[in-house]
């Protein structure tokens, strides 16, 4: 903090993450959990009437209410600190103490690029949620394949970036290490699964065999999992840090401070 600054809320940053994984990961267990007991038939129903035993994601989470109510406020009340985190990330690579001697422009512009990129994915994200695959479908579809698209490819060049930064051996006790085994393995499950899913939905829909929509359903239940897994990432990024709000003194207002240090581990 600079001279004059005064700290007015500290908040350890590991809560930031568990609240930004529960609302989503509340979310969906909530909205599978009513659909099933209270729309069990019209929820698992299929084009063709073969058995199935779960709902889709979106006729879990945007077809009956109070589903879709539940959705659409616990995940956008975790899109705010989505943004923090994008900005938040990208700062935390560009400050790296091990970051390459060559090609630093490059690496500079390709963390921009990724913090642009999940961005794209939290806004899409939060469009998916408000526009329902009832009320306007091909708008849903669309908001789908760029939220997808977007999500994996942030995955990939963030943890590219996360490894060639140095923050893979900057941080001590293995923490580093730990974060980069898991954001591989995360996104590895994301990119299998999206592959999984789209199989299972061509399976179904040109066969039509009982259960395919069913393992379907699953395959979407492991894309959003494996997104919040990866995300949650940011536990060992930021381990012992705080995010804090602090007040100026040569500001009427106040400001957000940098992440610090903290006693908390």
Request: neutral net charge.
């Amino acid at each position: 903090m600079a001279l004059g600054d005064e700290e007015v809320i500290s908040l350890p940053f590991r809560y930031v993450v568990y609240s930004v994984a529960a609302l989503p990961s509340s979310a969906l267990f909530l909205c599978i959990l009513c659909a099933l007991m209270l729309h069990y038939d019209q929820a698992t129903t299929t084009h063709c009437g073969v058995d199935n035993w779960l709902p889709s994601v979106s006729a879990a989470v945007s077809t009956f209410a109070p589903e879709k109510y539940i959705w659409r406020v616990l995940v956008g009340l975790h899109g705010a600190p989505r943004f923090v985190l994008a900005f938040a990330y990208r700062n935390f690579l560009l400050s790296s103490p091990l970051q390459p001697l060559q090609g630093t422009g490059v690496f500079r512009i390709l963390c921009q690029i990724a913090c642009f990129i999940q961005v794209i994915e939290n806004v899409f994200l939060l469009l998916l949620t408000a526009i329902s695959s009832t009320e306007n479908h091909d708008a849903h579809k669309v908001c789908f394949g760029v939220f997808g698209a977007s999500a994996l490819l942030y995955m990939l060049l963030s943890t590219w970036l996360y490894s060639y930064s140095g923050r893979r051996r900057a941080l001590s006790s293995n923490i580093g290490e730990t974060s980069y085994e898991y954001k591989c393995l995360a996104g590895g499950v994301s990119f299998l699964s999206m592959l999984l899913a789209a199989y299972l939905y061509y399976r179904h829909n040109t066969y039509c065999e009982p259960g395919v929509y069913t393992l379907f359903a699953l395959a979407e239940y492991s894309i959003i999992l494996s997104n919040i897994a990866f995300h949650s990432t940011l536990y060992y990024d930021f381990h012992g840090k705080s995010l804090s709000i602090g007040a100026s003194s040569s500001h009427n207002g106040y400001q957000l401070l940098p992440l610090h240090g903290s006693k908390n581990t």
